[in-house]
């Protein structure tokens, strides 16, 4: 089983969910844990380059958790848990990136 991994602005985008929202939350990544790579990569998302990161939806597909897997580490590397609105959860993700890359 992998290890978790978690961005620091993960945690408010936690705290914006109801607490059913968080169960269900917590019940897709443990799915994550076990089963990393079952679910979607995301490459260049409406020209949002989110090469080797994946995604995976939860709560009826309102919700999407964006991660990468660092095989080297085994490691799941969580960015971003929101809707999709307006590519809205894409952005935090490479914003979030990009911000540890400096």
């Known amino acids: 089983m992998y290890k978790l991994k978690i961005h620091k602005s993960v945690e408010s985008d936690l705290k914006k969910l109801d607490k059913i929202t968080l169960k269900k939350f917590e019940k897709k990544l443990k799915q994550i844990l076990i089963y990393p790579e079952l679910w ?3 490459w260049n998302k409406n020209w949002i380059n989110l090469s080797w990161y994946k995604k995976i939806y939860f709560d ?4 999407r958790i964006v991660y990468k897997i660092e095989k080297n580490e085994l490691f799941i590397y969580i960015v971003s848990v929101w809707k999709r609105d307006n590519m809205q959860v894409y952005k935090m993700a490479l914003q979030r990136i990009n911000v540890n890359k400096n």
């Not at 009826?60 to 919700?63: G, L, S, T």
């Open 40 to 42: 979607k990569d995301l």
């Open 60 to 63: 009826n597909k309102k919700y």
